[in-house]
């Protein structure tokens, strides 16, 4: 009898744990204009009801849920606390994670790390990871495609996640859109009958969770004055065949009206725009407004090309950063400073202080470094 009830036990937790969902990987975004919230995100092997159990200790002893059965999760926490950490679990059906962590913001110094075209590189993150930063942006190109081989769709950002695992769950991930993040079939060497590219980026707009329209998005640290503003701008050549890959970007388009929108009249302090476009190429576009719309920032970041770049015109910075930077290069004609080495950008801000720009190698180098004043 005792071997009976004991079997009969074994059989019901057995079906139970096979039941429920397994937790495959997870990281961390802002959907909120501001960093007062952050949410964590997380996929499982079946659907399943999502959790969060959050606090300043191991001990946790808050918790956010959600009923709704899902294989992708997104539950939104509060961080209402600075210069702490945070730790959480998450948990769907009877499946818990470990507890995990992440850095509150800070009061004294704001570290934000650029890096782009991770679709096409292998990186070792070790110099970045040690740079201990409280925000990882993009540039564009976080994949190289969406229609390989089992990494069809949303599974290629799934790879990604999984490329990293602790980097993303304990660091907060804002990425940018580039053509590579919608190319939902082969580009091939001229215009196909369908389209290349989803322009309205749904797998990477399901996958991520980020501020307003997630295509475009804009996030502000005010306790440094610092700004970061999202662009979708790619193969800008290509608009109105089936190679177009982003959003329309002229005169009369819903994307220059919002920038337009969120620069004038300029912001004090720190306004940084990520895009994936060759500068040199969009500050020229409509009569050069775009490039007047920069310099009311700033600085400029891109992922277009694979290489290292600082270039300077009238006195403004624009940035190129790869994390393959071994590739073809795109010079700006105002090229200042132009590497080819695997590289990020690191910015550091303190309140009503310049902000620093390092261009930095995966080797560990400081290749370039600038101070900014704020506006």
């Not at 539950?75 to 507890?99: F, M, N, W």
């Not at 070790?126 to 390989?148: C, E, F, P, R, Y």
């Not at 309205?200 to 005010?222: H, T």
Request: with cysteine.
């Amino acid at each position: 009898m005792k071997c009976l009830v004991t079997c009969l036990l074994l059989v019901v937790c057995t079906a139970t744990a096979a039941e429920s969902p397994a937790i495959q990987r997870i990281w961390l975004g802002f959907q909120r204009e501001q960093p007062t919230h952050v949410t964590v995100s997380w996929e499982t092997d079946r659907p399943g009801d999502s959790e969060v159990s959050f606090g300043t200790t191991a001990e946790l002893g808050a918790a956010l849920s959600k009923s709704e059965q899902v294989t992708l999760h997104h539950i939104e926490i509060p961080i209402p606390q600075k210069d702490v950490t945070y730790h959480y679990q998450v948990r769907s059906g009877a499946l818990k994670s470990a507890v995990h962590h992440f850095k509150a913001m800070p009061t004294d110094e704001l570290r934000v790390a650029v890096v782009a075209d991770w679709g096409y590189a292998k990186p070792d993150l070790a110099a970045l990871i040690k740079d201990d930063v409280h925000v990882l942006m993009t540039a564009g190109d976080n994949v190289s495609d969406l229609h390989q081989k089992g990494r069809e769709g949303a599974k290629a950002f799934s790879t990604l996640i999984d490329s990293q695992p602790e980097l993303f769950r304990g660091t907060i991930f804002m990425p940018v859109l580039g053509n590579h993040d919608r190319e939902i079939r082969p580009r091939g060497p001229k215009p196909p009958a369908e389209a290349v590219y989803d322009v309205e980026a749904k797998a990477y707009r399901d996958f991520f969770v980020l501020p307003g329209d997630e295509w475009k998005w804009e996030i502000a640290f005010p306790g440094f004055d610092a700004r970061f503003i999202a662009l979708d701008l790619e193969h800008i050549q290509d608009m109105g065949t089936t190679w177009q890959t982003g959003h329309p970007f002229d005169a009369a388009s819903e994307q220059l009206a919002w920038y337009r929108r969120q620069m004038e009249p300029p912001h004090p302090g720190h306004t940084v725009t990520l895009h994936n476009e060759r500068s040199a190429t969009m500050r020229g576009q409509l009569k050069g407004e775009w490039g007047r719309l920069f310099r009311l920032g700033s600085a400029v970041i891109t992922g277009f090309g694979y290489f290292a770049e600082r270039a300077v015109v009238d006195g403004f910075p624009y940035y190129n950063t790869a994390l393959k930077g071994d590739g073809d290069r795109y010079p700006d004609p105002k090229s200042a400073f132009l590497a080819s080495e695997h590289n990020y950008v690191l910015l550091t801000f303190k309140s009503k202080s310049p902000m620093r720009i390092e261009v930095r190698s995966l080797a560990g180098k400081v290749l370039d470094t600038h101070d900014y004043p704020p506006r």
